[in-house]
Every structure is written in C-alpha cells, then in structure tokens.
C-alpha cells in the first residue's frame, strides 16, 4: 500500500511539472499582440530575431528591431541553452525556445516601442520597435 501511495505522488509531480510551461503562457493585449492559436506550431514570422547570447543588450539581433504593424514576428535561438522572448509588463511571450529552434510567429497591432527580456536570464534584453 505504501509503494502505491508513491507511486501516485510520483506521477502527480510529473503532471504538475508537465503542466507548468503552460502556466505562464500566455499574452494579454499588451502592445496589441495577437499570438496565433495552437501555440508552438505556428510559423516563422516576417521579421525574425536571432538570439545569440546572454550578453545584456546585445543578447538579441538585431536590437533594437523594427517592423511595421502587422508583421509577424519570430526569434530564432543560435545560442547553445534555454531563452525566451518576453514582453516587459506582460503582452508577448514565446516561451521556452530550444537551442537551433524557432519560436511562432507572435502579430504586433499597435505602434509603439517594446521592451522584452529573457524570462530565464532577465539581463538578456531587447526592444521591437513597431511603426
């Protein structure tokens, strides 16, 4: 009875563990985003954003960028771990991009000038510039 009662904490830390990335997903309507629906499989957007390292306000190129509204935009990670690339304030947010992966395309609605950062490494930062 004692190994089946582990056996259920075991697998209920998996599922809370699994369900955790989704926990932070999200975006609201900061800066006008508009993020494509089924996450992860969207496609590459009009602009893309490489991530090259954790090197404060050169961690992201080109930075600042611009785009005009309604381009889709992506950031491709060329950096060898984790990164994300997020709204400051809250708006948009890729979650996890893997090394040699491509977040989806997140849609930009409103002009103005956006500060985002690396939720993992928050000295990564950046700014997308939308006209």
């Known amino acids: 009875?004692?190994?089946?009662?582990?056996?259920?904490?075991?697998?209920?830390?998996?599922?809370?563990?699994?369900?955790?990335?989704?926990?932070?997903?999200?975006?609201?309507?900061?800066?006008?985003?508009?993020?494509?629906?089924?996450?992860?499989?969207?496609?590459?957007?009009?602009?893309?954003?490489?991530?090259?390292?954790?090197?404060?306000?050169?961690?992201?190129?080109?930075?600042?960028?611009?785009?005009?509204?309604?381009?889709?935009v992506s950031w491709r990670n060329a950096a060898g771990t984790v990164h994300t690339a997020t709204q400051n304030g809250g708006g948009f947010d890729t979650g996890d991009i893997g090394s040699g992966g491509t977040s989806s395309a997140i849609t930009m609605s409103t002009a103005g000038s956006f500060g985002y950062h690396c939720s993992l490494h928050p000295a990564m930062v950046g700014t997308l510039n939308v006209q």
């Open 1 to 72: 009875m004692n190994g089946s009662r582990t056996v259920r904490v075991a697998l209920l830390a998996v599922l809370v563990a699994a369900a955790l990335p989704f926990a932070s997903c999200g975006g609201g309507g900061g800066g006008g985003v508009t993020n494509p629906p089924g996450g992860g499989g969207g496609g590459t957007g009009d602009v893309i954003i490489t991530i090259v390292a954790e090197n404060g306000s050169m961690s992201f190129s080109p930075n600042p960028a611009t785009v005009t509204r309604g381009q889709g």
